[in-house]
């Protein structure tokens, strides 16, 4: 008993911490990206992703390296599916922010989304083994490098980079983005450590702590940066950031395949298989959600909300259920 009330006691700080930490970095990365004049879309799926997905990188990263495989993909399939959840709950709740119909890079960054999420389920059937690696993970890696750079040829435009108090700004920004990052550094291995040992104490499969309470955790910088960027009315923003964190972490279970003795795609589970399909499912029904916004179509995009969420919800329980 002592020693589960330890392990949350820990769990709970450490996800305080990166919680913290994540809020801090996705402003940090925001400073940073305002001055170069990079398009909106562009700096949420490239810098904004990058630092609010830095939570999910250390816990993964850490997760793999005590030999919790499972609690890490849990995490990603996870984060994945309730990026989209926060994405359609926010819409929802900013009604009166004006959501433009997809541009080409929106749509390129939507679909190579779904295409790196489709390849963790490939890779799972066929790891493909080369050495303690997988050949899946240079492919997922290549794919996910291609696909950034097309989003940027693609962009219709960025803003003209701001000069008023730019060097004392970016200064403080770039302090910031560090000491965040460092908190990050030391509160997510805990994290990871806590909720590895507290799914083998309470006879929970890791894949389901990792689908649910790690990923809510992990999750909290993306939820934070789209709801600001809603706020500010900026969709493009929002999207870039959901999607671009989705695709960016694949890609950090690629690169977690680096920090495991065998191919990683090899200890996945039925319950993975499972939070991978609600993941495809989640991210293609949240492209149609923003098409029905697109066009003013509230009530039918509402009803698509509830069926997000409800769905999302059904997934957990189904994940649960396959790894009891």
Known sequence: MWEILGYSALFLASAALVIRSGLSLAKAGDAIAEGTGLGRLWVGTIFLAIATSLPELVTNISAVRIGAAGLAAGNILGANMLNIVVLASLLSLFPRVAVSPLTLDQRILGGAALLLTALVLVFKTFPMPLGPLSLGSFLILGVYSLAMYWVYRA????????????????????????LAAGGILIGAPALAFSADRLSDLLGVSGTFIGVLAVALVTTMPETSVTYGSLRLGSQEMAMGNVYGSCAFNVAILALADFFYPKPIYVALGFGHIVAGLGALFLMGVGLLFIWLRARSKFLPSLILALLIAGSWMAVLFWTFRAGA
Do not use: N, Y
């Open 155 to 178: 962009r219709e435009g960025g803003d003209a980079p701001k000069d008023s108090t730019a060097k004392i700004s970016l200064r403080r920004a770039w302090l910031v983005f560090a």
